[in-house]
């Protein structure tokens, strides 16, 4: 095992850390783009996470993780899409949490299967995600959203590595099921604020 859970905070700080970037963008301050502003904590967490608690993390092992993530980010751009307005928030928390976790896995000794295959876990979990902020401000749920994609992400390339790669659902079929519900889910779940906690929670 090459992460070094140093007791059971890592968890925390890791969730800790996707907050810290998504409330800086809630604050009008710089992030970047990964793969969209209200989806930016969860990459940088996991790379911090990388950082923190792999056994021996450094630069080049960052760099892997970023071109990782970013071709896994052009085969969702290519196959659906990145937008909440036009897939809902599986388009962005969801393909950040599958992002995420392709990286994690390559530099954790994963190989091109199980490297896929986490990239697959993580947004097979996240089908079907509404896009229903509160307010119409990118801070409920998304802040949250953040940190829960990040811990999927976690989550879901140690499992990968826990197999052989061979999985019955391949990242195709999964980018392909994920245009297909974006296609299909109301409009009013697509960044509009009309639908879902938007409706729900009072913003008062």
Known sequence: NSINMKGNFSDD???????AVNEENAGGNRVVTAPTNGAAGVIPAVI??????????????????LLTAGAMGM???????????????QGEIGVASSMASA???????GNVF???????IAMEHSLGLTCDPVGGYVEIPCIERNAIGASKAVASARMALMGDGKNVVSLDNVIETMRQTGWD?????????????AQNVPSC
């Open 13 to 19: 700080w890791l969730r800790c850390w996707a907050v």
């Open 48 to 65: 911090k996470y990388y950082k923190t608690y792999h056994k021996t993390p450094n630069d080049d092992g960052i760099c892997k993780m």
């Open 75 to 89: 085969l969702y751009k290519r196959g659906a899409s990145l937008s909440a307005a036009e897939v809902g928030c």
């Open 103 to 109: 990286a994690l896995c390559e530099v954790m000794g």
């Open 114 to 120: 199980q490297v896929t295959n986490a990239a697959e």
């Open 185 to 197: 889910m109301q409009a009013k779940y697509k960044e509009t604020s009309k639908g879902g906690l």
